[in-house]
């Protein structure tokens, strides 16, 4: 588990939150937008690292803070990315704000993705929504280090062509020979050239080896059971499946007990945990 | 520019109002947030034609009133609804208790003239959406800070939702209930940091029912206590005649 | 651990000399109940109370508090500093001793929480023995006995005290106010009785076999929709819980909108919202749902990291819930099925 350094000092109040400046914000769809932070002291910055499926709480004094994962891979230094929907008090107040306006940043927090151990490893990523916004982290990794890893597929669905985010991005990827990325909507429009219908219907489309395959699925609550149905089909093993869960949280680490699932906490026992871990959990998928 | 504020006042005895004016302290740092077009305690002017909020005390007792709640909810981007009266009809809905006619006719005799378009009273939240309440008789003065910066900022309404028996016991707060007396904050909206039981007088239920309140499992604490349910529902009555509420 | 014997008339020279230096805090009466407050005077001070109306607790994780203060402007905190004078909480019984101990686990390991830690640290706890009463059930989670965590603590043998001292500050202020003198083989002997009779006292031997496991097992029971439809969903359980430790943070503004406090407040996963979302899902929308995680995260969750269950059998959430819900009734029920 990655934390900044300055939580292990002595004497540093974890719920302090870090100034930070907003240098980019891009519109990705109606309700998303894609906010690009750098924190200000020179110090902590430096020493902020992170793994993909790691969160930060985002803090807007007078608002609040909520929790949001991050979207930049780890090898971007200097700036966190987050793909943020307009959902609670503190997303709409983050929405309103300008290029250059100060936030605060807490984290990183909680356990990512097992990156060390993915390492050599095919990879399948689902995901549905906004889901895509922590598994991105992941794929900008993986692009990063294309050469770490095998053979890369990607699913992801939304509800219609509109909610597809990163499409700028995805667009581009699709003709690609090292990533296998296929979209899908439930409602298409007339310009909606690929696939139509729910993520899971795509499984049939792919070919996997189980014995050296990692899954990583992010979206809507209803979707894990589904999706995992579909891995389990394909022979991956329970303990090669990871899942990333949100759920209402306040500290981040592990006291305010908002973010329980089962016997464990999200924020410092997940977000991110295997498929075996999960079924374990009472409540969780 | 600053957001144009109107204060309106329906049947009520203006006690939130006057909870208003005893913001004292803060009251001239509250106004340079906001432009104060009409406050109808304080002021003689006109109401204006145009307004962003409105707060809204009182409950609604004529067709006037009903008329206006309307206007003020097509003119108002963000409308409060403050005080007992204006959120679960409070005392003034009382008269609704044994049939408004019944009761006018119990009050003023046969021959009693009735008011020119008298309508039975009704509660601001029950004849239009609301964006915002702040229950209670009267207002508690620091609620009223908090919900009208929510609303100045945009943020959701956040009154509570759960009954109040968590706030008396951080007060410490021996229960009424082992004392033999009836007290409705089992039931009742929290938000009022349990300010009646901590001076010593069981919650008469003023902030409404709360919407998490397990109103069947309250009945057998009720019961079991030696209040059966029809008594427990005439002191709920004294607040909450706006909505049926069924033990 | 050492260990000496203090006359009984002794006790006012103890609380006076403790407040000559500390703020002095210990069971005082309210309302015909006792509450954890000043002691003015040594008289003021009732160690014959059963128990606190809120455990001690709020002492170091109050109901309502401050975290920083902040201005909105550049999103900066203006103060976030804890003061936190020395004190002393007296007549703590050993339930509420490992309370602390298992608030400590949560507030004082991975990510330090400075407000409970500065807290706990200005604080020396003076222990004291108690009787079990009709609510207690200490007894079956081994919170009768507590072995480390205070300062001093204080066996009431009838005439005198067998009062254990553990840190060098309570062997200090021991030395300092009040004459005490060696054990002897006989007070030990009658400190050993006192203890097994105090076992003894206890009304029932709750079984908790395999609770844990239970939990699992027994989670899809109607025995929780029989409790859900009983729960008040008030709180009141939590907020008197010795170990209960969730809050809520909420950002108040002062009445210029310029600056401004984020506190935190006791809150209660028995709420409705207390695991809703921002876009509207709920976790555990059903109130049978928030009574089983009460449960399950006191008796598995915490369990699973720290090894011990999150309760100390103080009895409090029984006294305090209207609709008759223990944790006793519940522990029961998941042995033997079906609740009472």
Redesign the interface.
């Known amino acids: 588990m990655k934390t900044a350094l300055a939580y292990q000092q002595a004497g540093v109040n974890p719920y302090r939150p870090w100034p930070a400046r907003i240098t980019s914000i891009l519109d990705l769809t109606e309700k998303e937008k894609l906010f690009e932070l750098r924190i200000i002291d020179d110090e902590v910055r430096g020493a902020f690292s992170f793994d993909s499926g790691q969160f930060v709480e985002l803090s807007i004094f007078g608002v609040g803070e909520a929790p949001i994962s991050i979207s930049s891979a780890p090898s971007k230094q200097g700036f966190i990315e987050l793909c943020v929907r307009e959902a609670g008090d503190v997303t709409s107040a983050l929405h309103a704000k300008r290029c250059g306006d100060i936030v605060g940043i807490r984290g990183p927090f909680g356990r990512g993705f097992p990156m060390q151990e993915m390492k050599g490893h095919d990879v399948l990523l689902v995901a549905g929504g906004l889901g895509i916004a922590p598994l991105k982290s992941l794929i900008n990794h993986i692009h990063d280090e294309r050469h770490e890893f095998g053979k890369v597929t990607i699913l992801y669905g939304a509800r219609n062509p509109d909610e597809i985010l990163f499409r700028y991005q995805f667009d581009m990827w699709k003709h690609r020979d090292d990533f296998e990325l296929i979209l899908t909507v439930d409602v298409p429009d007339d310009t909606w050239t690929d696939e139509v219908g729910r993520v899971t219907r795509l499984f049939e489309m792919i070919e996997i080896d189980p014995k050296k395959t990692y899954g990583a699925i992010c979206g809507p609550p209803v979707m894990y059971r589904y999706v995992i149905d579909e891995m389990r089909r394909k022979e991956m093993d329970v303990d090669r499946i990871y899942v990333s869960f949100e759920r209402r949280m306040k500290c981040g680490i592990g006291k305010c007990g908002h973010c329980g699932v089962g016997h464990q906490y999200t924020c410092i026992d997940g977000p991110v945990f295997n498929y075996w871990e999960a079924m374990n959990l009472q409540e969780a998928i | 520019m600053a957001p144009r504020v109107v204060v309106i006042g329906l049947a009520s005895d203006f006690g939130c109002q006057v909870q208003m004016t005893n913001i004292e302290d803060h009251l001239l740092e509250v106004l340079g947030l906001i432009d104060l077009t009409y406050w109808q305690l304080a002021s003689s002017g006109h109401m204006p034609d145009e307004y962003d909020v409105a707060i809204v005390e009182g409950a609604a007792t004529t067709q006037e009133h009903l008329d206006l709640l309307r206007r003020v909810r097509e003119t108002a981007g963000v409308v409060i609804a403050i005080g007992s009266c204006a959120v679960t009809g409070g005392i003034s809905a009382i008269a609704n208790a044994a049939g408004i006619e019944e009761g006018f006719a119990l009050v003023y005799g046969e021959r009693g003239r009735v008011a020119l378009g008298r309508v039975a009273p009704a509660s601001v939240v029950s004849v239009i959406d609301v964006d915002y309440i702040v229950p209670g008789c009267p207002i508690d003065t620091d609620e009223f800070l908090h919900v009208l910066s929510r609303a100045l900022h945009g943020l959701r309404d956040k009154t509570p939702r759960q009954p109040m028996c968590f706030a008396c016991k951080t007060r410490e707060n021996v229960c009424f209930f082992e004392k033999g007396q009836l007290c409705l904050g089992v039931v009742t909206r929290s938000g009022c940091h349990a300010r009646c039981v901590t001076l010593g007088r069981p919650c008469t239920g003023c902030r409404g029912i709360a919407p998490e309140a397990n109103l069947p499992a309250a009945r057998i604490v009720f019961e079991d206590h030696g209040f059966d349910a029809e008594r427990a529902l005439s002191y709920i009555s004294l607040y909450n005649t706006n909505e049926e509420v069924v033990l | 651990m050492f260990f000496r014997i203090m006359d009984r008339s002794r006790m006012p020279d103890l609380v006076r000399g403790l407040a000559a230096e500390y703020e002095v805090i210990g069971p005082i009466a ?4 006792f ?1 954890f407050g000043k002691v003015e005077d040594p008289s003021d001070l009732r160690l014959d109370y059963d128990t606190t ?2 455990p001690p607790k ?1 002492l170091f994780f109050p ?2 508090e401050q ?2 203060r ?3 402007a ?4 203006v103060d ?1 500093e804890v003061y936190a004078a020395p004190r002393v909480v007296f007549g703590l019984h050993s339930c509420d001793i490992n309370g602390l101990l298992l608030m400590d686990n ?2 004082m390991r ?5 407000y409970y830690r500065a807290r706990r640290e200005s604080t020396l706890l003076v222990g004291v023995s108690c009787t079990s009463s009709e609510t207690c059930f200490c007894n079956a989670w081994g919170t009768d006995e507590v072995h480390w965590g205070f300062d001093i603590f204080l066996t009431d043998l009838g005439d005198r005290y067998f009062v254990s001292v553990q840190s060098v500050k309570g062997a200090e202020l021991l030395d300092r106010h009040v004459e005490s003198r060696e054990i002897t083989s006989e007070d030990t002997e009658e400190f050993q009785s006192v203890t097994a009779a105090f076992k003894d006292s206890f009304s029932e031997t709750l079984d908790t076999s395999q609770l844990p496991l239970l939990l ?1 097992a027994k ?1 899809n029971s109607p025995m929780w929709d029989e409790l859900g ?8 359980c ?3 819980c010795p170990t209960c ?13 310029k600056s ?1 406090a ?1 506190e ?1 407040r ?14 509207g ?1 709920n ?2 929308e059903s ?1 049978a ?1 928030r009574v089983k ?1 009460r449960y ?2 006191k008796q ?2 915490y ?2 990291k720290f090894e011990r269950v999150l309760c100390v059998g103080c009895g409090r959430c029984q006294r ?1 819930c ?3 819900i223990s944790p006793r009734e519940v522990v029961k029920a998941l042995e033997t099925g079906g609740v009472q």
């Not at chain 3, 550049?74 to 905190?77: A, H, W």
């Not at chain 3, 950002?251 to 210029?256: E, K, N, S, T, V």
């Open positions: 309210k309302d015909g109940k509450v109306l809120l709020k109901p309502e975290m920083m902040f201005r909105v550049d999103n900066e905190v976030d949560v507030f991975d990510y330090e929480d400075p699992d989670f439809d009983r729960c008040l969903s008030c709180g009141a939590s907020m008197v430790y969730c809050f809520d943070v909420v950002d108040r503004l002062a009445p210029d909108q401004g984020r935190r006791w809150d209660s996963c028995q709420f409705g919202e207390f695991a809703a979302v921002a876009h899902q976790f555990r109130r749902s995680y399950y995260h598995w969750g369990l699973s305090a209207l609709a008759g």
